[in-house]
């Protein structure tokens, strides 16, 4: 089993930025994949960065390329993600997500086998 804990998340003024975390326990060895998602109110699921564990490669959604940065500690067993200049279209809980397995559609959550419980960003005007 592998548990996920995000944390990091707050209130912010537009054009502000915010540092998240997300700490794996657990059997983290298995872990290939880890994604970033985001759900505001009355929208959609939808993933926003991701990272492969094994390589380090990362791949980013249009809508928060060259704002948002993911990374890992792999001493930590933690992943990141940087949140600068943003936006009020940016609130949203945010989750992070593992998958054992490449396989399927990296930005769909029946991709992924863990899931944190979320932490919330709120971006003021």
């Known amino acids: 089993q592998v548990h996920l804990l995000e944390s990091g998340g707050g209130s912010v003024q537009a054009g502000g930025s915010l540092r998240l975390s997300c700490v794996g326990s657990?059997?983290?060895?298995?872990?290939?994949?880890i994604t970033w998602f985001r759900q505001a109110p009355g929208k959609a699921r939808e993933g926003v960065a991701q990272i492969i564990t094994g390589s380090g490669r990362t791949t980013y959604a249009d809508s928060v390329k060259g704002r948002f940065t993911i990374s890992q500690d792999n001493a930590k067993k933690a992943v990141y993600l940087q949140l600068n200049n943003l936006a009020r279209e940016d609130t949203a809980m945010y989750y992070c997500a593992a998958a054992r397995s490449l396989l399927g559609d990296s930005w769909r959550e029946p991709a992924y086998d863990y899931w944190g419980q979320g932490t919330q960003v709120i971006v003021s005007p």
């Open positions: 657990g059997d983290v060895d298995r872990i290939v994949r």
